[in-house]
């Protein structure tokens, strides 16, 4: 029985039961013959913006890697339900909580499932991990992946998607709205008002017009922030770790010292690295002019929080906004306190600091396109295992198969990259008739694809044991 071999039994009888290829699903083991019955299509214009993507213009076949109402499907931090509807359009089994769930809960939630979808709060580390016996994909509806042990998912077969385009506008924007708020003290001017307080001053209020802005790490959303804030009149300089072309007039400065040092207002987009931690610490705010303002809306350990209390305290800025926090709450509710971080009530104290909620990717444009970017990449990896996007993964994938190409199977073979692999597997593969193929690596991990034409129950049988018995094996997936 196929299912027997399916959960590591060894009897197998392939041509009888090719029905229930699409019964059972494994993290090593996963087939399908596709029926239509089974298929729930997407949309017109999803498909023309999935063959786009795989260049081919037939009739794209699509193949089911299993019964889909058997794959089950976690979704925490409240995803966006468009990112939902391309699961639940599957077929899926989707199951949506509105926060993370602590490290033990989320342990025992793992073990039976095969995707994952978190933000930023959910901490998938490789204790999480190891317990994750079916889970074949993670991903993450947000930019960064900082929030999962990446390597220990590639070392075990486990893609990692991201969307790292498309909130950066709304990061953007909201920059561009903090440095007004913080130029013109708008938030402490709401607040007195609220307080039934009129204090109407000009003392300290600036206009942005002429005023020159310092973005630290000019990617997608430093970049995005160079065009809006030239467009209302800023002088724009950046620093990268790398030389990058400049958008508009912006100009790119070689040190971080030199960019502190003539800039007005000074804003964060860089990822949490080790180079990263504590970059803008005591010695970087005396560098900066005084009167000055910083924006961090990048990660929480970018800034040492402490010193940028006692350079607001000291008068050396005028002002500050911070989206981001070394740690932060797992749900909404009264916790930004001491409890969570020590300095919580000091810098609540301060005067035009601008503390916001980690809301910079928070808009409804943003979230909605997340939901579809990262679902979509979920879905083609799970059913066609393409890998374009994955942060850990090679980024390997083919055209999609037809319905002109009926008895194909496509192979994928995630493996240790080390000498010798790719001849043992093309030897297997070479009594066969291979239609394409493509392999690459990516440090000691190696994905190959391929399609091979004219198969049977018996052949698969035969790719997948041959396969499995090679010591490189990490993970073998075969779909038809």
């Given at each position: 029985?196929?299912?027997?071999?399916?959960?590591?039994?060894?009897?197998?009888?392939?041509?009888p039961e090719i029905a229930d290829l699409t019964q059972k699903v494994s993290t090593s083991f996963?087939?399908?013959?596709?029926?239509?019955?089974?298929?729930?299509?997407?949309?017109?214009?999803?498909?023309?913006?999935?063959?786009?993507?795989?260049?081919?213009?037939?009739?794209?076949?699509?193949?089911?890697?299993?019964?889909?109402?058997?794959?089950?499907?976690?979704?925490?931090?409240?995803?966006?339900?468009?990112?939902?509807?391309?699961?639940?359009?599957?077929?899926?089994?989707?199951?949506?909580?509105?926060?993370?769930?602590?490290?033990?809960?989320?342990?025992?939630?793992?073990?039976?499932?095969?995707?994952?979808?978190?933000?930023?709060?959910?901490?998938?580390?490789?204790?999480?991990?190891?317990?994750?016996?079916?889970?074949?994909?993670?991903?993450?509806?947000?930019?960064?992946?900082?929030?999962?042990?990446?390597?220990?998912?590639?070392?075990?077969?486990?893609?990692?998607?991201?969307?790292?385009?498309?909130?950066?506008?709304?990061?953007?924007?909201?920059?561009?709205?903090?440095?007004?708020?913080?130029?013109?003290?708008?938030?402490?001017?709401?607040?007195?008002?609220?307080?039934?307080?009129?204090?109407?001053?000009?003392?300290?209020?600036?206009?942005?017009?002429?005023?020159?802005?310092?973005?630290?790490?000019?990617?997608?959303?430093?970049?995005?922030?160079?065009?809006?804030?030239?467009?209302?009149?800023?002088?724009?300089?950046?620093?990268?770790?790398?030389?990058?072309?400049?958008?508009?007039?912006?100009?790119?400065?070689?040190?971080?010292?030199?960019?502190?040092?003539?800039?007005?207002?000074?804003?964060?987009?860089?990822?949490?690295?080790?180079?990263?931690?504590?970059?803008?610490?005591?010695?970087?705010?005396?560098?900066?002019?005084?009167?000055?303002?910083?924006?961090?809306?990048?990660r929480g350990s970018v800034i040492d929080i402490p010193a940028l209390i006692d350079a607001m305290?000291?008068?050396?800025?005028?002002?500050?906004?911070?989206?981001?926090?070394?740690?932060?709450?797992?749900?909404?509710?009264?916790?930004?306190?001491?409890?969570?971080?020590?300095?919580?009530?000091?810098?609540?104290?301060?005067?035009?600091?601008?503390?916001?909620?980690?809301?910079?990717?928070?808009?409804?444009?943003?979230?909605?396109?997340?939901?579809?970017?990262?679902?979509?990449?979920?879905?083609?990896?799970?059913?066609?295992?393409?890998?374009?996007?994955?942060?850990?993964?090679?980024?390997?994938?083919?055209?999609?198969?037809?319905?002109?190409?009926?008895?194909?199977?496509?192979?994928?073979?995630?493996?240790?990259?080390?000498?010798?692999?790719?001849?043992?597997?093309?030897?297997?593969?070479?009594?066969?008739?291979?239609?394409?193929?493509?392999?690459?690596?990516?440090?000691?991990?190696?994905?190959?694809?391929?399609?091979?034409?004219?198969?049977?129950?018996?052949?698969?049988?035969?790719?997948?044991?041959?396969?499995?018995?090679?010591?490189?094996?990490?993970?073998?997936?075969?779909?038809?």
């Amino acid at each position: 029985m196929l299912s027997n071999a399916l959960n590591g039994e060894s009897k197998f009888n392939a041509e009888p039961e090719i029905a229930d290829l699409t019964q059972k699903v494994s993290t090593s083991f996963s087939l399908s013959t596709s029926p239509a019955a089974r298929h729930l299509s997407p949309s017109p214009g999803k498909a023309r913006s999935l063959l786009a993507r795989t260049g081919t213009g037939g009739s794209t076949k699509h193949l089911k890697p299993f019964a889909t109402e058997d794959i089950k499907i976690l979704l925490l931090e409240n995803i966006n339900k468009t990112g939902r509807e391309v699961l639940e359009a599957q077929g899926y089994q989707v199951e949506v909580l509105k926060s993370s769930v602590p490290e033990d809960e989320l342990i025992e939630k793992i073990r039976d499932i095969h995707v994952i979808g978190i933000r930023s709060k959910t901490k998938l580390t490789a204790r999480v991990l190891r317990e994750a016996k079916n889970l074949l994909v993670i991903g993450c509806f947000c930019i960064g992946t900082n929030q999962v042990d990446t390597q220990f998912a590639a070392q075990h077969g486990i893609a990692v998607f991201n969307s790292p385009f498309s909130n950066s506008r709304s990061v953007a924007e909201l920059v561009i709205a903090e440095i007004i708020a913080l130029a013109r003290q708008l938030s402490d001017r709401s607040a007195e008002l609220h307080n039934g307080i009129w204090n109407k001053v000009s003392n300290g209020c600036w206009e942005i017009r002429g005023k020159t802005l310092g973005i630290i790490g000019y990617g997608h959303i430093g970049s995005q922030l160079s065009v809006l804030a030239e467009a209302m009149g800023m002088t724009v300089v950046f620093f990268d770790a790398v030389n990058l072309m400049a958008m508009g007039t912006a100009k790119q400065l070689p040190t971080l010292e030199a960019l502190l040092r003539v800039s007005d207002f000074i804003s964060c987009h860089v990822p949490e690295l080790p180079e990263t931690q504590n970059m803008i610490g005591a010695e970087q705010f005396g560098q900066m002019k005084s009167g000055s303002y910083l924006i961090n809306a990048s990660r929480g350990s970018v800034i040492d929080i402490p010193a940028l209390i006692d350079a607001m305290r000291a008068g050396k800025l005028a002002g500050a906004a911070l989206d981001v926090y070394p740690a932060e709450p797992s749900g909404n509710g009264e916790y930004f306190d001491n409890n969570l971080n020590p300095w919580a009530e000091n810098i609540r104290s301060l005067k035009n600091i601008i503390l916001t909620p980690h809301i910079g990717g928070s808009t409804e444009e943003a979230q909605s396109a997340i939901g579809v970017e990262v679902s979509e990449a979920l879905v083609r990896y799970v059913n066609e295992g393409a890998t374009l996007g994955a942060v850990n993964l090679p980024e390997v994938n083919l055209r999609s198969l037809t319905m002109d190409e009926p008895n194909h199977v496509r192979v994928i073979y995630i493996h240790h990259n080390v000498p010798g692999v790719l001849r043992k597997v093309n030897e297997i593969l070479g009594d066969h008739n291979v239609d394409k193929q493509m392999t690459d690596s990516r440090g000691d991990v190696a994905y190959l694809m391929a399609d091979i034409s004219d198969v049977s129950g018996a052949v698969i049988k035969d790719l997948y044991q041959s396969l499995e018995s090679l010591s490189s094996r990490i993970v073998t997936r075969v779909l038809y």
